[in-house]
């Protein structure tokens, strides 16, 4: 493009010449500018119009990893850089000649930075179309993302100070591993992060979604990020807990996945008996209670249990417990079961049952667990039995402050 008829137009106006001179440059700037700004408008259009057209082809992650990272939009902030870099040699010449090498530094710097922050889009597109596949909550590459990020904006940072002192790169990196000591100091839980967050990923420990406990910390919810300095963490009282990413490598956790991938979580509750409700029943005392509770005749049931009358109600009572778990639709017949009785303490013999729900919900969990302790509770009398339960002597028999 031929800017001199800028300046044979302000000739006409029979202005001075040093006065013509800086309005042409003025003018010439502002149709440069001007330029500039319809350069992005088109770029921005393409690829509203004709860009997101061919992408839409494009598999669904790709598509919304493109779109929504920003990548587009980004490239198109290089339509006016390129403009104005051609058109400075153009604009400033004769007497403003010695103006070109600021702006072309300053042109270059702004470059540099647009084409990291494209670059930090594309990073962003990775992570994005990598959110839509099945490994992502396994191996969560959040802080590979960021180490990559962080790794861009140093090196634009190298080059921007490259620019400004008119050298190359290479000569600032040649003392960069006099700064590594200091650079270790100030990046200390970056890289400390990064190494844990590279460990935790290969080695599958945590990944989003996760059920982890961290008493320490006091962590006990699911993991909502995987970051490369810290772990976010909502706790299930709805609070959230940043734990650093090198705590989970230093010191010791549990994570619940295992046990949500197996389809069983554990029951394991006490029932206290009362010991002196403990008694032997003949035979005549426990065929009404085999033949309701079992279904089945006195001798069988004696036999197939090794037993002899007269038996112990506790026996029967814990008999009965492994049988009702054996039965029960909603225990795991594939992983441990049974009803064991405790070492006896001051406040009565612990009846322990001890299976696996198969359904791992924590509501649905807690109301399995509490149907079955419930349930065992109410037949207690049957089976002569007494549960151990406390009273405060110092209260009245009638009161209503009486606390089991």
């Known amino acids: 493009m031929d800017l001199e008829f800028v300046t044979q137009w302000l000739n006409k106006t029979g202005l001075e010449e040093s006065i013509i001179e800086y309005l042409a440059v003025a003018i010439n700037a502002a149709i440069i500018i001007a330029t500039s700004y319809i350069a992005y408008t088109i770029a921005r259009f393409i690829i509203d119009k004709a860009i997101h057209r061919l992408i839409k082809k494009a598999p669904e992650r790709w598509y919304s990893a493109l779109v929504n990272s920003g990548f587009f939009k980004r490239c198109a902030n290089l339509a006016p850089v390129l403009v104005i870099n051609a058109f400075i040699p153009v604009i400033f010449t004769n007497s403003f000649e010695s103006w070109q090498s600021p702006l072309k530094t300053a042109v270059a710097l702004y470059l540099t930075w647009v084409i990291t922050s494209i670059l930090t889009a594309l990073t962003n597109v990775i992570s994005i179309a990598y959110d839509y596949s099945n490994k992502a909550k396994e191996v969560p590459i959040t802080g590979v993302i960021q180490v990559v990020k962080l790794v861009l904006v140093l090196m634009a940072i190298i080059i921007t100070v490259a620019i400004f002192m008119d050298k190359s790169p290479m000569y600032l990196l040649s003392g960069f591993g006099a700064m590594t000591a200091i650079l ?75 046990m949500i991938n197996s389809g069983g979580r554990r029951m394991m509750r006490s029932i206290m008996l009362d010991l002196d409700s403990a008694k032997q029943l003949d035979e005549e005392a426990l065929k009404p209670i085999i033949e309701r509770f079992f279904d089945q005749d006195l001798k069988t049931w004696l036999k197939e249990n090794e037993l002899t009358a007269p038996v112990s109600n506790l026996s029967v009572f814990r008999i009965y417990a492994h049988h009702y778990l054996a039965n029960h639709p909603n225990v795991r017949q594939d992983m441990t079961f049974m009803a064991r009785l405790l070492q006896p303490t001051p406040a009565g013999l612990p ?7 198969s359904n791992t919900e924590w509501t649905k969990y807690e109301a399995i667990q509490s149907t079955i302790i419930e349930h065992l509770y109410t037949v207690l009398p049957d089976f002569e039995l007494k549960y151990y339960q406390y009273f405060n002597k110092e209260l009245p028999v009638n009161s209503s402050e009486t606390r089991d």
């Open 184 to 258: 270790m100091v100030v990046f200390k839980d970056t890289l400390l992060g990064f190494v844990a967050g590279v460990q935790l990923a290969s080695n599958r420990m945590v990944a989003i979604d996760d059920w982890i406990q961290v008493p320490d910390s006091n962590v006990d919810g699911v993991v909502k990020e995987v970051g490369l300095i810290t772990v976010k963490v909502e706790n299930w009282d709805k609070t959230y807990v940043y734990l650093p990413t090198s705590i989970l490598i230093h010191r010791s956790f549990k994570n619940w996945q295992g």
């Open 351 to 357: 009846l322990e049952v001890y299976a696996f729900s």
